[in-house]
C-alpha cells in the first residue's frame, strides 16, 4: 500500500506565504511525476504545479513566478512553496503521484488534501 500524506495548510493573509509539503510512504520502488492540484468551492480541480523525477517544472498561469514546486527524491516527498497568496488561491490542495510498486506500471496516488484559505 501506498499513502501520500499532506501537511502545512492553513490560514494566511492576502500577500502572505505558506510552504506545503506531501510524503509519499509504503512499498514505492519508484515515484515519477509529482503533482500539486488544487479545488476551490464550487469548482473542478485544476493542476497547479507538476515536477519530473528530474526535477523539470511546470506551473499554471494562474500560479507562475509565486509558487514553487520541488522535490527530495531521498525522502519522497514533494513541497510547494506559496507567495504573494491572493484570496483566489482559496482552495483544498492535493498531491498526486506516480508510483510503481511491482510490476510494470505507475499508478496514481493522492493525498488526503490540505486545505489553504487566504483572508484577511
Known amino acids: 500500500q501506498v499513502l501520500l500524506v499532506e501537511s502545512g495548510g492553513g490560514l494566511v493573509q492576502p500577500g502572505g506565504s505558506l510552504g506545503l509539503s506531501c510524503a509519499a510512504s509504503g512499498s514505492i520502488f519508484s515515484i515519477n511525476g509529482m503533482n500539486w492540484y488544487r479545488q476551490a468551492p464550487g469548482k473542478q480541480r485544476e493542476l497547479v504545479a507538476t515536477i519530473t523525477n528530474d526535477g523539470t517544472t511546470n506551473y499554471a498561469d494562474s500560479v507562475k513566478g509565486r509558487f514553487t514546486i520541488s522535490r527530495d527524491n531521498a525522502k519522497n516527498t514533494v513541497y510547494l512553496q506559496m507567495n504573494s497568496l491572493k484570496p483566489e488561491d482559496t482552495a483544498v490542495y492535493y498531491c498526486?503521484?506516480?508510483?510503481?510498486?511491482?510490476?510494470?506500471?505507475?499508478?496514481?496516488?493522492w493525498g488526503q488534501g490540505t486545505q489553504v484559505t487566504v483572508s484577511s
Open positions: 498526486n503521484a506516480e508510483i510503481l510498486t511491482s510490476g510494470i506500471y505507475y499508478f496514481n496516488y
